[in-house]
Structure formats: structure tokens, C-alpha cells
């Protein structure tokens, strides 16, 4: 990188529309997606903000996700597929995928905005997202945002099962299935500080330990084990 754009406040939009391979053919849409309510209510020249496309945006999404979730998993039912789609569209999501392309260096922001770190503010940086799939979407079509947002809904595949399920609430279930027995954890040791303990916990199924875990506290040490057990299971 020259020293030249080291020194830029933001990415232009054409950068970034080189950038990420969008190749956007209304370039007034990708500038809109990119543009904070602050940005236009300082200019006052009838630039618009992003908030109509991140409507849009929330919505494709929304479909988007849905859709990807009923086919890579298709032994999953209606529930699970539910709870797959309403975390991957939680705001704290949307800001990974938006940190994921570096979407926050192209953000136009008021003055105040950029004096409070607005281009990594969480609340902006998913609006943000959503927005520039709601641009991708009218500029293209739905397919183009499809395949825009598929390989960062991937990269969450093997992830996403892990963070929606409760592995402690999911051994129960399985082992209730399978008659195998109580379910006993045991903390094996404390070690580290007071403030800083790190706990080991093994969990027992009928008598067998099945599975071991660490963590910062007593609960997620046995969500550790649960999730070791699963995984022997």
C-alpha cells in the first residue's frame, strides 16, 4: 500500500467495488450503502443514507440465510433451522462478516461519528452489511447477493451448530435417548488465583468418564466436557 492511501480518511467506493469483485454498474447505490445517517445530516446536499437500503438489506438476508441453512443441513428440523438463521443474522454476527471484508475503512461518517470510532461501533458496522447487500441485491439480483454472502455463511458451518446448541442441554438429551444412565460432573482441580481460577471438570455417564474440560469458571468447564463427551458419543 502506498504511502498516499495510508493517509486517506476512507476507501472510495470504487476501491472497495474492485476490492471485494462486486462490480457494481450504479455506483450512486454502493456510495448510498456506504453513507451514515451522520455523513448526510451534515452535508445537507440530498445525499442519501443507507437506512432504506439496510431495510432492504435485513430482508435478503434474512432469506438468504434461510435458504442456505435448509440445504447444508438437511437432517436438521424446522426448529434447529430456525435457530440457525435467527443467530446468524444477530447483529453481533453481522458485525463479523462486515470485519470479515474490512467494511468499516469504507464507512462515510459525520464528524462526531468519526470521533467516536463509529466505523467500529457494532450497531453501524451490521447496519452497514445490510445495507450493502440491500445495494447488491437492487443493483444485480438475488443471486448475486447470494453469492456474495454464501462464502462468509461457510466459513460459520462448522462453527454455528457448536454456538447455537448447549452442549451440557444436548448430552441430557442424547443420553436420555440412549437410557445410558445419570449424568454426573465433577470438578478435578482449581488452579490460579481467586480472581483468575481456571477449573478442570471430567464428566461421568454411569460410571465411565466421557469426557474432560477446562474454563474460567465451573459452568463453562462442564460445557467443555459435555461437548468432549458429545464428541465420543
Request: proline letters at 3%; zero cysteines.
Given at each position: ?94 458485525v463479523s462478516f462486515a470485519n470479515r471484508i474490512d467494511l468499516g475503512r469504507a464507512l462515510r461518517l459525520g464528524r462526531g461519528e468519526k470521533l467516536s470510532s463509529g466505523s467500529v461501533r457494532e450497531s453501524v458496522l451490521g447496519s452497514a452489511f445490510e445495507a450493502l447487500l440491500g445495494a447488491i441485491y437492487l443493483d444485480a439480483n438475488l443471486e448475486k447477493a447470494r453469492n456474495f454472502v ?84
Amino acid at each position: 500500500m502506498t504511502s498516499n492511501s495510508n493517509k486517506r480518511d476512507i476507501e472510495t467506493a470504487s476501491s472497495l467495488d474492485a476490492r471485494l469483485g462486486l462490480s457494481f454498474s450504479n455506483f450512486a447505490l454502493l456510495t448510498e450503502a456506504l453513507t451514515h445517517r451522520s455523513y448526510a445530516n451534515e452535508h445537507q446536499d440530498g445525499t442519501m443514507d443507507n437506512e432504506r437500503l439496510e431495510f432492504l438489506g435485513d430482508s435478503v438476508l434474512d432469506f438468504i440465510v434461510a435458504d442456505w441453512a435448509y440445504r447444508r443441513f438437511p437432517e436438521l428440523p424446522e426448529g434447529d433451522l430456525t435457530r440457525i438463521r435467527s443467530h446468524l443474522v444477530r447483529n453481533e454476527r453481522l458485525v463479523s462478516f462486515a470485519n470479515r471484508i474490512d467494511l468499516g475503512r469504507a464507512l462515510r461518517l459525520g464528524r462526531g461519528e468519526k470521533l467516536s470510532s463509529g466505523s467500529v461501533r457494532e450497531s453501524v458496522l451490521g447496519s452497514a452489511f445490510e445495507a450493502l447487500l440491500g445495494a447488491i441485491y437492487l443493483d444485480a439480483n438475488l443471486e448475486k447477493a447470494r453469492n456474495f454472502v454464501l462464502p462468509l455463511l461457510d466459513e460459520k458451518r462448522e462453527s454455528v451448530l457448536e454456538e447455537i446448541f448447549d452442549p451440557k442441554s444436548t448430552l441430557q438429551e442424547k443420553v436420555q435417548a440412549l437410557k445410558m444412565g445419570p449424568i454426573i460432573y465433577r470438578v478435578v482441580n482449581a488452579s490460579g488465583p481467586d480472581h483468575a481460577k481456571t477449573y478442570e471438570v471430567e464428566v461421568e455417564i454411569n460410571g465411565v468418564v466421557m469426557g474432560r474440560g477446562s474454563g474460567s469458571s465451573k459452568a463453562a468447564a462442564e460445557q467443555e466436557a459435555a461437548r468432549d463427551a458429545l464428541k465420543k458419543l
